[in-house]
Structures are given as structure tokens and as C-alpha cells.
């Protein structure tokens, strides 16, 4: 199963939601989960310390960081980030908690892939 986790860093949603719904997939899936994730930003920071706990060592094939496809566009193209992001995880699900400045939804919704939003009331 292959998942990405991304949200707004001004939504700052708590960290509990997040990791609850990461060790939920975790204990579905187990080490066939694989978690795309951008890097960079409070959602981010959150998944990655998530990630490298449950998965130790520099080259975890359950993680993708997709920081990489964020710095090869400029800040203008932020739609083509978005589709590359989904391009290139290929996900068959994503969870953001708030939207995401990249505006990946609208690629998800694109390329169908169910997608839930988590919003701070």
C-alpha cells in the first residue's frame, strides 16, 4: 500500500491525529506499507520521525521522501508539482491533514486516487 501523507504547515494539526492514522496503516499493512512524504514543513516532520522510528536505517524501502521532485520545479509551476508528486509515488492512497500549498488534491482527484482530508475545527 502505498500512501501519501502531506498537509498545510499553518493547519498545524496535532500530532496524535497523525501518527494515530500512521500506526493504524502500520498495523494493517506492516512492511508493505510504503509512506511518500515531503521533507520539509510541520506534517513532514512529524511523518518523517514516525518513519524513521518504526523503519531505522538511511535507505528504508517504506519511506519515500519526495523533497527531491518539490526543488527540480520552481515555485511557480505549483499544479505540475503536485502531478509530479503523484506521478512519481504512484499512490494508491493519501491522507492530507489540511490542504497542501503544492495543491496535490487537485492531481489526486485527477488521477483518481481516493484521497481524505483532516481539517482542524
Not at 494515530?20 to 510504503?34: A, M, R
Amino acid at each position: 500500500m502505498r500512501v501519501i501523507v502531506a498537509g498545510s504547515d499553518s493547519a498545524q494539526i496535532n500530532k496524535i491525529a497523525v501518527t494515530t492514522f500512521l500506526e493504524g496503516l502500520y498495523s494493517q499493512y506492516k512492511d508493505n506499507l510504503c509512506i511518500s512524504f515531503y521533507g520539509q514543513g510541520y506534517i513532514s516532520d512529524i511523518v518523517e520521525e514516525w518513519v524513521h522510528k518504526t523503519w531505522p536505517g538511511p535507505n528504508s524501502k517504506n519511506c519515500f521522501d519526495l523533497d527531491w521532485v518539490i526543488n527540480h520545479w520552481s515555485d511557480d509551476d505549483v499544479q505540475d508539482i503536485g502531478s509530479s508528486i503523484v506521478k512519481e509515488s504512484k499512490p494508491d492512497l493519501a491522507f492530507l491533514f489540511g490542504y497542501d500549498k503544492y495543491e496535490v488534491h487537485r492531481a489526486l482527484r485527477y488521477a483518481e486516487v481516493p484521497a481524505f482530508v483532516v481539517e482542524k475545527l
